[in-house]
């Protein structure tokens, strides 16, 4: 019974979100409170409805209740129950039931957190977020609802993708849809305002905490499923401009833009047009990348049903959102007045600047992405576009956005002196060319790039500082005042140190791991050893084991250096026989902010083994950088001014609420 | 029907909670702007701090704080109507109000399935199949053929033991086995009637009840071997039956009764085949026979050692008729079962179609054909001869569309 009543839930949610659609917009246009006021309750009780749905399915998945047709297509009985409950979401239908989850949780936070949000603004914005919810609700009861029946019964499941049987499938999903689908509050916001034509500094400020943490969610969603692909596909790689990677890319791209350029509009009423269309694009891009992986137009992992209905029905969604909020947006930019002027050189010239530079790395992104898949359509000739397309092109569009990163903060806000930005600088260029000047001295040899590269981010690492430094002026004043005024910054100024810090950390990890790693792939008998950054792997010999829904062999390596033993670590090879498939677990080993990591190939005919072993250089840098990056917006986050903006009649109301829920 | 109670309260309390605002008072919402008002009176305290702490000059501070009031007074301009509050009527708010169940149930009827009862794995008994699998078989005569086993790898060539084996197999339900050993009996003993009718029996219940190609051709041996032979007789008639010939079989199953005295055991399963081919009650048959008792002697066999008397084999074939029925009900069930896991199994099909027809069950047949049209849809081959098949046994086919059966 509880299947059915979830399966009526998420229907009821339908109806309750058409209302939400509906009536919070008429109130709006008719200045009605009463239909206004619906939209919370509706948004609140739409999350409600899609929660218990949601609940229904995993309880369906824990007890492993066959007759549900999704059920036995992607669960087993005997798969651990971890991964019966990441399984919800490891198939097409329930990862969209997540979708709506997380979409309809997005509408509830605005309807809970919103109480500085002016009354028809809020209505505005859960009616665009309600238009979004009965699109996709339609889309999943009746193309693919994950509660239909089959009777009688099967006794055994088809078992989940191997692949996917993985703890990194309780978490990159979640944390990727919480990105991807939190820019839908962007841009309802964006519609919102469109519709209203209201477009102000004010409208800035309400929209970003929310960019903010849908950015932030994106961010950490995009690093685990990086690390995840770096260590259960087996390659080492730790990004492959994989289609379904640079969907989710493309957003965060935009979405980085788009926190930037609405800083701009809060502070100087500039950059009106450009931060509302960036909010309806970086949704775009999010509804596109479902889009490519849901449709089937794409074959990756990610791809788990192929469905023609399917990929049309997102195209129209695709067509109808994109196309309707473009044409809105065509309709009303024209009656939108220019905001603040500012000279080039200033704080908004170089916010320009990063965004000119963060959006043409999108479209470079989007059409490498797309142009494959447009020519095969247009003339069947398959091509593929890899990383070395991207490097050429994105990684030179980077080098200027780095460099700007450090100076953009230290100028000033209208007209700024770039000499006076640079010269406050020194330090941190200084310090970059000293460490690559070093870099290059230690690693004789090593590519000119990246001792470049190094520097750069080093460059980035002092200078997110910089701006800390100047304006608690240390230095030029008593300590102690300044570490007074330190206190006193806005918490904000810290969150874009912090995250500008972690973007160096990240570009020093990807520069080491591709100048300074070492790769051998060696046919290896027992005993035989080998070395790596420094260490000799010793191959003690391989195990065949049984796992709870898979045969294994398990490769054991000891791990010398210095003719002592550190450590030990195994790799394994599996096979899921319920899906015919074989899966690699890499062994990994962290020294410091390197790691070994050794893979095993296939077995030779003499009883040998290939096995792959790589020292990947400061490789963790990488995923390091991307924690301070969110960790940075977690910062901006708690900034009080996000917070204020509530009228005082209300304030204290808003206050008692947010006491509750925190 | 606890069901439909909470779907109904779920109902109500999902109306009750949207239509709430629309009936109530609302008090606040005259001053739209003041939220406007809120947020550029925190930036003006903005700059007075970052004044304070010397990140502006007096300058600088001074062209912020008049942009920023700039946009207050601009806010304060556009001075919109208040908003409405009094609460609507119930008139106005029933119909938004119906609106709710009627998509929410209207659509629910159309794409779920309320009666379908949850169906966990650990509540539910194991499959039929493992249950027929393992029949009960007495200690004794389990060792017994472990013995005879043991006995017969060291001695493969040892046609009598395969020759007492084999009815034993039968017996115990192991019919592959019994296939196996009747074989080996006939190759290393030489072809016998009875032999050959065993073996062929055999197959039938292997092919849960099918009269294959196989089978057929053993009971015509027999036949050969022995003219007055009933069991042949009886499947050749039966897969006559199977074949679509009805008239055919009812007429073989009648010659068979004619040869047969009133009183021979097999003479009700031929009356209920008959009552069968001609979809009436079996009582309703009346047979041309024999006398009873006098034509005993006509199957004569060489008595063989270890073997049934002529009377055994008639008493069992007799006993077996009820039983068999029995278990080709059983057997059918299970290959249906089979199939909702494997439904590319095209013999499979072929096999449960024409065992629903010789159970006398055409509904099920019919049911079956719809379900083997969905993994073979009929414009491919298989499914064109399904419905060949169909055709030839009378089972109604599915007409319409036969493409909107492949979801």
């Known amino acids: ?662 | 029907m606890m069901f439909w109670i909470i779907v109904l309260g779920l109902t109500i309390l999902t109306v009750a909670v949207l239509m709430r605002p629309l009936l109530r008072d609302q008090q606040d919402g005259s001053d739209i702007l003041a939220y406007d008002r809120e947020v550029y009176k925190d930036q003006l305290s903005e700059i007075d701090r970052d004044f304070e702490n010397g990140l502006l000059t007096e300058n600088e501070a001074e062209l912020a704080r008049i942009e920023i009031s700039r946009r207050l007074i601009a806010a304060d301009a556009k001075n919109e109507g208040a908003a409405k509050g009094v609460a609507m009527s119930y008139a106005h708010v029933i119909p938004i109000a119906l609106m709710i169940p009627a998509i929410a149930i209207g659509i629910y009827t159309f794409v779920g399935q309320p009666a379908a009862p949850d169906m966990p794995l650990a509540l539910r008994t194991p499959p039929p199949e493992t249950q027929v699998a393992s029949r009960a078989v007495p200690e004794d005569i389990a060792q017994m053929v472990a013995q005879a086993e043991a006995h017969l790898v060291q001695n493969p060539n040892d046609g009598r033991g395969w020759d007492v084996l084999a009815p034993i197999y039968f017996r115990m339900g192991e019919f592959l086995k019994a296939q196996q050993a009747y074989a080996k009996a006939i190759e290393l003993e030489g072809s016998t009637a009875l032999r050959h009718a065993s073996l062929g029996e055999a197959i039938v219940t292997t092919q849960e009840g099918a009269v294959t190609p196989e089978a057929r051709s053993n009971f015509l041996r027999a036949l050969e071997l022995d003219p007055n032979a009933a069991r042949p007789k009886f499947f050749l008639a039966l897969g006559l039956g199977q074949n679509g010939q009805k008239d055919a079989a009812i007429d073989a199953f009648e010659a068979l009764a004619r040869t047969s005295p009133a009183d021979a055991p097999w003479i009700r399963a031929v009356q209920v085949q008959i009552a069968n081919l001609k979809g009436v009650e079996a009582d309703s048959i009346t047979l041309e026979t024999l006398p009873a008792s006098t034509t005993a002697q006509s199957e004569s066999q060489p008595s063989q050692l270890g073997n049934p008397t002529q009377e055994d084999i008639a008493a069992a074939s007799e006993m077996e008729a009820g039983d068999r029925m029995a278990m080709i009900k059983n057997m059918v069930a299970s290959l249906d079962e089979k199939l909702i896991d494997e439904p590319d199994n095209f013999e499979g099909w072929q096999r449960l179609l024409q065992s629903y027809i010789v159970l006398g069950e055409p509904d099920s047949a019919a049911k079956a054909l719809e379900r083997a049209l969905k993994a073979f849809s009929s414009d491919t081959d298989q499914g064109r001869a399904l419905l060949a098949q169909a055709k030839s046994l009378g089972i109604a086919t599915p007409n319409a569309a036969p493409k909107a059966e492949t979801e």
């Open chain 1, 1 to 662: 019974m509880s299947t059915e009543l979830g399966h009526f839930a998420l229907i009821l949610a339908l109806a309750t979100a058409i209302m939400q659609s509906i009536l919070p917009m008429v109130g709006a246009a008719r200045s009605d409170t009463r239909l206004m006021n619906v939209a919370p309750m509706a948004a609140v009780t739409c999350f409600a409805l899609v929660l218990l749905s949601f609940a229904a399915l995993t309880q369906a998945y824990l007890t492993s209740d066959f007759s549900v047709l999704n059920v036995f297509e992607n669960s087993h009985s005997l798969k651990p129950t971890l991964y019966k409950f990441t399984g919800v979401w490891g198939n097409h239908e329930g990862s969209m039931l997540l979708w709506i989850l997380i979409l309809a949780f997005f509408g509830a936070l605005v309807a809970v957190f919103g109480n500085n949000l002016p009354p028809t603004l809020k209505a505005n914005v859960i009616g665009v977020q309600g238009w979004i919810l009965v699109a996709f609700l339609l889309f999943i009861i009746f193309t693919s609802n994950p509660f239909i029946r089959i009777s009688p019964p099967p006794f055994e499941g088809q078992d989940l993708n191997p692949i996917l049987q993985d703890i990194g499938l309780a978490i990159h999903p979640p944390l990727l849809y919480l990105g991807y689908v939190g820019f839908s509050i962007s841009f309802s916001f964006a519609i919102a305002a469109l519709i209203e034509g209201k477009i102000d500094a004010a409208w800035a400020r309400w929209v970003r905490p929310w960019t903010l943490t849908a950015w932030m969610f994106l961010t950490a969603g995009i690093s685990m499923g990086s690390y995840w692909a770096y260590y259960e596909l087996g390659w080492g790689g730790w990004w492959f401009w994989d289609p379904v990677e640079n969907a989710s890319f493309m957003p965060w791209l935009l979405g980085t833009a788009l926190l930037h350029s609405a800083l701009v509009m809060e502070k100087r009423e500039a950059l009106k047009i450009w931060t509302v269309l960036l909010a309806i694009m970086a949704f775009s891009l999010s509804l596109l990348g479902t889009f490519l992986v849901r449709s089937g137009v794409l074959t990756s992992v990610h791809a788990f049903a192929t469905d023609p209905t399917r990929g049309v029905f997102i195209l129209m969604i695709l067509c109808v959102f994109i196309g309707g909020a473009l044409t809105l947006f065509a309709f009303r930019a024209s009656s939108l007045r220019a905001g603040g002027i500012f000279a080039p050189i200033s704080r908004e010239g170089a916010l320009v600047l990063n965004n000119l530079f963060l959006t043409t790395a999108t479209m470079t992104v989007f059409v490498g992405t797309l142009y494959p898949l447009f020519l095969e359509v247009i003339s069947e000739e398959k091509i593929s576009v890899g990383a070395p397309f991207f490097n050429l092109t994105f990684g030179p569009l980077m080098v200027p956005l780095l460099l700007a990163i450090p100076i953009g903060p230290l100028l000033s806000w209208k007209r700024g002196d770039l000499l006076g930005a640079m010269q406050r600088l020194y330090v941190a260029i200084l310090g970059g060319f000293a460490v690559a000047l070093v870099v290059i001295y230690v690693q004789t040899g090593a590519p000119i790039l990246a001792a470049v590269g190094i520097g750069i981010g080093i460059y980035l690492i002092i200078g997110s500082m910089a701006e800390l430094w100047m304006r608690a002026g240390l230095g030029r004043m008593a300590f102690s005042k300044s570490l007074g005024r330190l206190k006193g910054l806005p918490r904000s100024i810290y969150g874009t140190a912090m995250a500008h810090f972690g973007v160096g950390v990240t570009v020093i990890g990807i520069v080491a791991v591709s100048a300074f790693s070492s790769e051998d792939i060696v046919a290896m008998q027992p005993k035989d050893q080998i070395e790596a950054g420094g260490k000799t792997i010793i191959f003690e010999g391989i195990e065949n084991a049984q796992g709870p829904n898979y045969q294994v062999q398990i490769g054991h390596f000891t791990i010398m250096e210095a003719g002592r033993e550190i450590g030990k670590t195994t790799s394994e090879k599996r096979f899921y026989p319920a899906r015919q498939m074989p899966t690699t677990e890499a062994g990994i080993v962290t020294y410091g902010a390197s790691q070994l990591y050794v893979s095993l190939g296939d077995p030779q005919a003499n009883g040998g083994l290939v096995v792959r072993i790589w020292y990947k250089s400061w490789v963790t840098f990488i995923w390091y950088g991307t924690v301070f990056m969110v960790l940075g917006a977690i910062i901006s986050l708690s900034d009080r001014r996000l917070r204020v903006g509530a009228p005082a009649a209300r304030k204290t109301k808003a206050a008692a609420q947010q006491g509750a829920s925190a």
